[in-house]
T-cell receptor, first 112, second 114 residues
């Protein structure tokens, strides 16, 4: 099956700095890579996703890059704000399969 | 549109009992997936239902089962509860198209097994 590794497990940044979270996957058949943000006691919320026919996608302060050859993808958050503090999960899925394989999560803390 | 809803939100059971959790997907969504979230194992896929049929299954014992109704609402059942079944159970709904669909999560059911 698919194995998704995520690093770092914790990340602290100063407000206004950038944050980068990296994930690798094992199954070259995976073609869909979403990122979820989960605040304490709340549901995971999709913040951005990318499919394997695209190398980069951006939405305001958030961007995701995908390197299919190396089988890794990254989340970039610029101009971080305290409300960005949460646990972020990457995930991977194969075509037509609505089962996500999740990374272990990154706890991001933005220090005001 | 209303989001994914799950009931109950909290549940306390004792070992050996069984439990049923419910998930109502976003209107128009036909696929429902279930996940278990624990501090130790993270988010793990249980199973997915589409058109009242289990389409994918994760690596969980047979004590974990589910079903889907014609209105796309889904239930999952855990029989003979064990302490290790304590977790947040999340369901996610998605449209079903040719591409892997975006999944939207419900608030989860927090199950505590004593």
């Amino acid at each position: 099956g698919e194995n998704v590794e995520q690093h770092p497990s914790t990340l602290s940044v100063q407000e206004g700095d950038s944050a980068v979270i990296k994930c690798t996957y094992s199954d070259s058949a995976s073609n869909y890579f979403p990122w979820y943000k989960q605040e304490l006691g709340k549901r995971p919320q999709l913040i951005i996703d990318i499919r394997s026919n695209v190398g980069e996608k951006k939405d305001q302060r958030i961007a995701v890059t995908l390197n299919k050859t190396a089988k890794h993808f990254s989340l970039h958050i610029t101009e971080t704000q305290p409300e960005d503090s949460a646990v972020y999960f990457c995930a991977a899925s194969k075509p037509g399969a609505n089962n996500l394989f999740f990374g272990t999560g990154t706890r991001l803390t933005v220090i005001p | 549109k209303a989001g994914v809803t799950q009931t109950p939100r909290y549940l306390i059971k004792t070992r050996g009992q069984q439990v049923t959790l419910s998930c109502s997907p976003i209107s128009g969504h036909r696929s429902v997936s279930w996940y278990q979230q624990t501090p130790g194992q993270g988010l793990q896929f249980l199973f997915e239902y589409f058109s009242e049929t289990q389409r994918n299954k994760g690596n969980f014992p047979g004590r974990f089962s589910g079903r889907q109704f014609s209105n796309s609402r889904s239930e999952m059942n855990v029989s003979t509860l064990e302490l290790g079944d304590s977790a947040l159970y999340l369901c996610a709904s998605s449209l079903v198209g040719e591409l892997t669909d975006t999944q939207y999560f419900g608030p989860g059911t927090r199950l505590t097994v004593l």
